[in-house]
């Protein structure tokens, strides 16, 4: 699981640069990739490693990036 999480890590520039795509305020971006940071650490191990082995990095990207557009996005 270590190395998924590294790999996760790894992708904090990409998120951050995703989530400029969609808003422009500095602060929402770094309280989205943060959000989604936690939320890949504190989700279901099985399950990520499930996306990780189906798909890779690619995957968890994908998912990542649903994740944010959510985040960013949601009118609550």
Do not use: C, H, W
Request: charged fraction near 25%; proline fraction near 1%.
């Amino acid at each position: 699981m270590n190395k998924i999480y590294i790999e996760i890590a790894k992708l904090t520039d990409k998120f951050r640069t995703m989530a400029y795509g969609l808003t422009t305020d500095e602060n929402k971006v770094n309280e989205a990739v943060q959000e989604l940071m936690l939320y890949f650490l504190s989700m279901n191990p099985e399950t990520l490693r499930a996306i990780y082995e189906k798909d890779g990095i690619l995957g968890i990207t994908r998912y990542g990036a649903v994740a944010l557009r959510r985040a960013l996005t949601s009118t609550y």
